[in-house]
């Protein structure tokens, strides 16, 4: 295989790469979740915390192996060279089925929530309007790349702009005095769960806020001295990410009670509303511009995958088809948004989306963690201890999850199940589709 481009990509893009594929729009809406289950500041901050520590473990991790591995890829690459096919395939089949489509049917509902401050309306009002917004960025990426393109530089500007106007708003013109941000007296207020437990549920709205970043991993063999650029990146960016997290998550605190973080529905828009009425539809309405690029961004990119791999005989025939006009994989934009919108009506909430997305994604997390000690020949002292640490925390947020939430945990495992039935009847088929 050719190499895609020439090793062109230095330290700045990489770190740009690795924060503008972390930095996504769970940040306004995940606090509230978090604040649900730890009513305590100092708790909720926390979990970010060590949401941060966590990452900056995984990145350290899946960097050593990007170094070891540049090759286009990233964790498709590194599951297949640890354990084989079945895995590597596996994780394009959960993309399809749990991660990407769960993804796209949790924000979409944060785009609604945020756009029920504009028009208030019931939660089978917004259900349908998710629906209506899939299909309609659905079409619009069938007729091209452009739209796509678009969507990024618009995505990423209100995203940004929309973080720095609440940080700078919370930080200098909060109204909330009374936030101690160093209690931790934990209260239970869901189901008398344990503060490990609590812990442990949290961590699934810090992951999904924090996920994104091993997409500089992806490009490893596109950049410059990669064994040396590649951790800096990841680490800087990840850094640069915890803090803005960290930052904007006690803006809200200045601005509200943890108890109304925890009730809210678009926790950013009602913050600014405290001092500024203008200011929190305005930022209602960047948070709303920022969800939808990512959403079209989503639907866009992902269908690629499933294109490569059918493409290559392993996946459904058919999502190896172009659109003869448009020259996009249609098939494959097309089934991955009627799944979203299955996901979107049997799942209904954010929450059980979120819980159901990050089972999965962990588990696969967790794996390409392991494939350091198999890949890795000359390990350090501490490149084993920041697999373990990841490892160790990933799989208490698997376990935890499979716990307290077997519903959407057992969802996922049955999906990886059919999976692995899927990836025998395609070994079996792919010769004939060869010929």
Not at 392 to 404: D, S
Request: contains cysteine; neutral net charge.
């Amino acid at each position: 295989m050719e190499e895609l481009k020439k090793r062109e990509i230095g330290l700045y893009g990489l770190t740009m790469i690795a924060i503008g594929s972390s930095i996504g729009s769970g940040i306004f809406k995940t606090p509230s979740e978090i604040a649900g289950y730890l009513p305590a500041e100092g708790l909720m901050l926390l979990v970010w915390a060590l949401g941060g520590l966590i990452s900056i473990c995984g990145a350290l991790t899946f960097a050593r192996i990007a170094g070891e591995f540049p090759t286009v890829g990233g964790f498709y690459v590194f599951l297949k060279e640890a354990y084989g096919n079945l895995p590597a395939f596996l994780f394009g089949w959960s993309m399809l089925l749990v991660i990407n489509t769960g993804a796209l049917a949790a924000l979409s509902l944060v785009f609604t929530s945020y756009l029920s401050s504009f028009v208030p309306m019931a939660e089978n009002t917004q259900l349908i309007i998710a629906v209506f917004t899939i299909a309609t960025l659905t079409l619009m990426n069938i007729f091209g790349v452009k739209f796509g393109s678009l969507f990024a530089s618009i995505f990423t500007s209100a995203k940004l702009l929309g973080i720095l106007i609440v940080i700078f708003l919370g930080l200098f013109f909060g109204i909330n005095h009374e936030s101690n941000y160093l209690n931790t007296t934990f209260v239970p207020t869901q189901n008398n769960l344990s503060l490990i437990s609590a812990f442990g549920l949290a961590l699934i709205g810090v992951t999904f806020s924090f996920g994104g970043y091993q997409h500089a991993t992806f490009v490893a063999a596109e950049v410059k001295d990669a064994q040396r650029v590649v951790p800096r990146a990841l680490v800087i960016g990840i850094v640069i990410v915890s803090l803005a997290y960290l930052t904007i998550n006690i803006a809200y605190l200045r601005f509200l009670p943890i108890e109304q973080i925890a009730a809210t529905t678009s926790v950013a828009s009602d913050a600014i509303n405290t001092i500024w009425d203008f200011g929190g539809k305005f930022v209602s309405f960047l948070i709303i511009v920022s969800v939808v690029g990512t959403i079209g961004i989503y639907i866009l990119t992902a269908p690629r995958i499933y294109f490569a791999m059918a493409d290559d005989g392993l996946f459904f025939k058919k999502f190896a088809e172009l659109h003869p006009t448009y020259k996009t994989p249609v098939w494959a934009i097309v089934f991955q948004s009627a799944w979203t919108i299955i996901l979107l009506v049997f799942w209904k909430t954010f929450s059980n989306l979120i819980t159901y997305v990050v089972f999965v994604d962990e588990i696969f997390f967790f794996l390409t963690a392991m494939s350091f000690f198999i890949l890795i020949k000359q390990k350090t002292i501490f490149g084993i201890l920041w697999a373990l640490i990841f490892m160790t925390m990933t799989g208490f947020i698997i376990a935890n999850t499979l716990y307290e939430k077997p519903r959407e945990a057992i969802a996922g495992l049955i999906f990886l199940a059919i999976g692995c039935a899927f990836f025998v009847i395609f070994q079996k088929t792919r010769p004939a589709l060869e010929t």
